[in-house]
């Protein structure tokens, strides 16, 4: 794989921040090229070579890529190199201060999320679908962050990655019910048209700005994955059998 390959965020010399696109890898069909999953069904001798590939870029041990089973809830963990896989299951955010430990979460349309505390050298990785967007799983993660590295708020900057737009994201009126129920102000995030459509990237915007994020520290790459399935992988076009980006993080 080539840096082309890799979306890269300029956060700060002391961390790498990216996510991977669909090239660069080995992976066939609707997994074509470059999925680092094992949860989606890929042939795990791909998987595994396009994760040493990721190490290789990093220049880490491929063990030190941290991938969770994410599940669509809020469970935040704090994580180091010595975190078995078994406390990686039923997770949709990671944190840890270790350097040289990338950890990261892998979608296909939801919103991944990374954390940055500038001041106590801590990162964070969120997977916000839509159901964890409801249970304000951004929030949890900063707020954990505090609890273990004393991270506060206004140190932090933020990036949302590559993920579904609200043009492409079209929902059932349950959906809309959801977000309207956790006091999201739907005039915001919400539109209708033959059925209603959600910004998940403003509601994450709105969610990090409420929780003492400073404006000017969030950053949106304003990549619909739905539109350009072909560089990204996008569940919504390929299936659920499908590839997986990951969007990943690691203090240098």
Not at 28 to 45: M, P, V
Not at 154 to 163: C, E, F, R, V
Not at 168 to 183: L, R, T
């Amino acid at each position: 794989m080539t840096e082309t390959d890799i979306l890269e965020y300029s956060l700060d010399s002391k961390v790498r921040a990216f996510s991977t696109t669909r090239k660069g890898g080995v992976s066939k069909g609707n997994y074509s090229s470059f999925n680092i999953s094992h949860y989606c069904n890929d042939r795990l001798e791909d998987v595994q070579e396009n994760r040493n590939r990721l190490s290789q870029f990093l220049n880490i041990p491929s063990e030190r890529i941290i991938v969770p089973q994410q599940v669509h809830l809020a469970e935040v963990r704090s994580v180091t190199s010595q975190t078995k896989n078994t406390d990686l299951e039923n997770i949709d955010a990671v944190i840890t201060n270790e350097r040289q430990l990338c950890i990261g979460i892998s979608t296909a349309d939801c919103v991944p999320i990374l954390l940055y505390d500038t001041k106590n050298q801590a990162i964070g990785a969120v997977h916000a679908g839509w159901r964890g967007t409801v249970r304000k799983i951004v929030c949890n993660t900063i707020k954990e962050m505090k609890e273990h590295y004393g991270s506060l708020p206004q140190n932090l900057k933020a990036i949302i990655g590559p993920s579904i737009s609200k043009e492409a994201f079209e929902v059932g009126k349950e959906v809309y019910d959801a977000f309207a129920m956790a006091d999201f102000k739907m005039s915001a995030i919400a539109e209708q048209k033959e059925k209603w459509h959600i910004d998940l990237w403003a509601a994450n915007f709105n969610l990090l700005v409420a929780a003492g994020v400073e404006l000017e520290n969030i950053s949106i790459a304003n990549i619909c994955t739905y539109n350009y399935y072909d560089t990204f992988f996008s569940a919504r076009r390929l299936g659920i059998n499908s590839g997986r980006m990951y969007t990943g993080i690691l203090l240098k």
